[in-house]
């Protein structure tokens, strides 16, 4: 997948879930602010157990088929 394509998909996946409004504010704070998404991923799911991770993405797995 080339960046283009990449961009896009991002892009039509954040308005499909957030809405074009919030889909710009997201945009406008990734580019005011820095952010390192490899420092912020490795805390991302600290707060739920093993389960309750495997549970989640299940769930996302079944929905998204």
């Not at 997948?1 to 889909?23: E, P, Q, W, Y």
């Not at 389960?51 to 299940?58: M, P, Q, R």
């Amino acid at each position: 997948m080339n960046d283009t394509v990449l961009s896009r998909n991002a892009v039509k996946c954040l308005v499909d879930n957030f809405g074009i409004v919030h889909t710009e504010r997201f945009i406008a704070l990734i580019i005011k602010e820095p952010f390192d998404y490899t420092e912020w991923q490795k805390d991302l799911f600290n707060d739920m157990t093993t389960d309750e991770l495997f549970s989640a993405a299940s769930n996302w797995s079944t929905q998204k088929s």
